[in-house]
């Protein structure tokens, strides 16, 4: 009866967790999820903005195959030197690590540490209520806002900066955060890319709801969409690519109308300096660009400041390390082969991994299944060679040995009538626990617990 442990319970941890039960190849398989948090959902829970009801209903698929009578949940469990992945080896037949890319990629640039300067993922992990998030002050003070980057995280941002109480109040968004944005007088946000539109990373749907926000008005410059040979000859561009331009043109096309808040585009603009004043960041310099005729830019030498008091990174993430797993520094990735976990060149036997921390932090949430039917195909290609290992019982005693006090799913759902509790004495519907006490509290409090 193999039991295999999934490290991850995100995306790719959940569809890993699923295409092993389904596999059908191995009889009677026996899955631990195990997180570092009590939760589980990764990014779903913790990097979905707020109100983005329709993304975040994905939890209910995730949450149908951990109650599979053949998962179990086990939050809580951090992987590291009490826990070794070689201890975790002699617990399971098999390990598949799917932790994801935890870290943000740097600008690399003078200034960027400066206060006021912070990661788009602290940002996000602060309204998303994420337990190791901190309230830095964020928009204290600011009334400009720079984003850089031109993705679907920096529209998330974005679109937070502009939002008002009114309309946050609804999501789970923690009610620190609420009363903190509600309160903002950021009016201005600049979202700026280094290349045109053409080659912007947003998606269409994420870019349209921009424009829905009340009281806010969308500027861009006619003069940089038009630097883009893409945004001249759309017609020659994919099909999403092209509908991304078609609605910079109409936002272009349309008069400004003096609205409370302004949402500024801009493109062809490449950070080379966050600016400061008194120790706290006063702006960004940037050097124009101009398209190099091979799908990248090239500096021009002229120059641009955006005063602003809050700037936020957005321009990818990157994978960590992980203690006792192989790593490979400059892709930011754990070396393999079809998923397979490869050791000074050679497959480590029993150890395979899945999504970002397998493959780099590319695609969208689907793209994480056949991402992890390619790994669970390997584990299951070699289940030959490992099912007959004797274990010595069940692994969850073996967690508990290392220090572990594993949040099984009661636990969680524990948590879950807690924020529901929560939210209705705000007047509101579920509000997200967002520190680890207050969790763990509500988690220890379930039956048998």
């Known amino acids: 009866?193999?039991?295999?442990?999934?490290v991850g319970s995100g995306p790719s941890g959940v569809y890993t967790a699923q295409?092993?039960?389904?596999?059908?190849?191995?009889?009677?398989?026996?899955?631990?999820?195990?997180?570092?948090?009590?939760?589980?959902?990764?990014?779903?829970?913790?990097?979905?903005?707020?109100?983005?009801?329709k993304i975040k209903s994905l939890q209910n698929n995730l949450r149908t195959v951990l109650q599979d009578d053949g998962v179990r949940f086990l939050g809580g469990v951090e992987i590291g030197p009490a826990l070794p992945p070689a201890k975790l080896l002699e617990l399971y037949h098999a390990v598949v690590y799917c932790v994801?890319?935890?870290?943000?990629?740097?600008?690399?640039?003078?200034?960027?540490?400066?206060?006021?300067?912070?990661?788009?993922?602290?940002?996000?992990?602060?309204?998303?209520?994420h337990p190791d998030a901190r309230d830095d002050g964020f928009v204290h003070g600011a009334r400009t806002a720079v984003t850089i980057g031109v993705g679907n995280v920096a529209v998330d941002v974005t679109r937070m900066l502009a939002r008002g109480a009114a309309e946050l109040a609804p999501t789970d968004m923690p009610q620190a955060a609420l009363g903190t944005l509600g309160a903002s007088e950021v009016r201005d946000v600049y979202m700026v890319?280094?290349?045109?539109?053409?080659?912007?990373?947003?998606?269409?749907?994420?870019?349209?709801?921009?424009?829905?926000?009340?009281?806010t008005?969308?500027?861009?410059?006619?003069?940089?969409?038009?630097?883009?040979?893409?945004?001249?000859?759309?017609?020659?561009?994919?099909?999403?690519?092209?509908?991304?331009?078609?609605?910079?043109?109409?936002?272009a096309a349309l008069p400004r109308r003096g609205a409370a808040r302004r949402i500024h585009l801009r493109f062809f603009l490449r950070p080379v300096e966050i600016t400061g004043d008194r120790g706290r960041v006063a702006g960004v310099r940037f050097e124009r660009t101009r398209p190099d005729g091979r799908g990248g830019v090239t500096g021009t030498g002229e120059y641009e400041d955006i005063g602003a008091q809050?700037?936020?990174?957005?321009?990818?993430?990157?994978?960590?390390?992980?203690?006792?797993?192989?790593?490979?520094?400059?892709?930011?990735?754990?070396?393999?082969?079809?998923?397979?976990?490869?050791?000074?060149g050679l497959v480590s036997p029993g150890e395979y991994v899945a999504g970002w921390i397998k493959r780099?932090?590319?695609?969208?949430?689907?793209?994480?299944?056949?991402?992890?039917k390619e790994t669970v195909t390997s584990l299951v290609e070699d289940a030959p060679a490992f099912v007959?290992?004797?274990?010595?019982g069940d692994p969850l005693a073996g967690l508990v040995a290392a220090g572990a006090r594993p949040v099984e799913w009661d636990g969680w759902r524990a948590i879950e009538l807690a924020e529901a509790a929560l939210g209705r004495s705000l007047g509101r519907g579920s509000v997200k626990i967002p520190d680890w006490a207050g969790l763990l509290s509500a988690a220890r409090g379930a039956p048998g617990a």
Request: proline residues 9%.
């Open 1 to 6: 009866m193999p039991h295999i442990a999934v």
């Open 19 to 53: 295409s092993l039960v389904r596999q059908g190849s191995l009889p009677d398989v026996r899955v631990d999820v195990l997180d570092r948090l009590p939760c589980p959902y990764g990014l779903v829970r913790y990097g979905v903005a707020p109100d983005h009801e």
């Open 100 to 129: 994801g890319a935890a870290a943000d990629r740097r600008l690399g640039i003078l200034g960027e540490d400066l206060p006021g300067s912070w990661s788009a993922t602290d940002f996000v992990a602060w309204y998303s209520a």
């Open 193 to 215: 890319g280094r290349r045109g539109p053409s080659q912007a990373r947003f998606t269409t749907k994420e870019l349209r709801e921009l424009a829905t926000l009340p009281e």
């Open 217 to 251: 008005e969308i500027v861009l410059d006619e003069a940089e969409l038009a630097l883009d040979p893409g945004y001249r000859e759309p017609a020659a561009l994919p099909a999403a690519v092209r509908r991304n331009v078609e609605v910079l043109r109409g936002w």
């Open 310 to 344: 809050l700037v936020l990174r957005s321009v990818g993430y990157r994978g960590v390390p992980l203690e006792g797993l192989p790593f490979d520094a400059e892709r930011g990735t754990v070396p393999h082969t079809a998923g397979r976990v490869l050791r000074g």
């Open 360 to 372: 780099g932090p590319t695609g969208v949430i689907g793209t994480n299944r056949p991402c992890a």
């Open 388 to 392: 007959r290992k004797d274990l010595a």
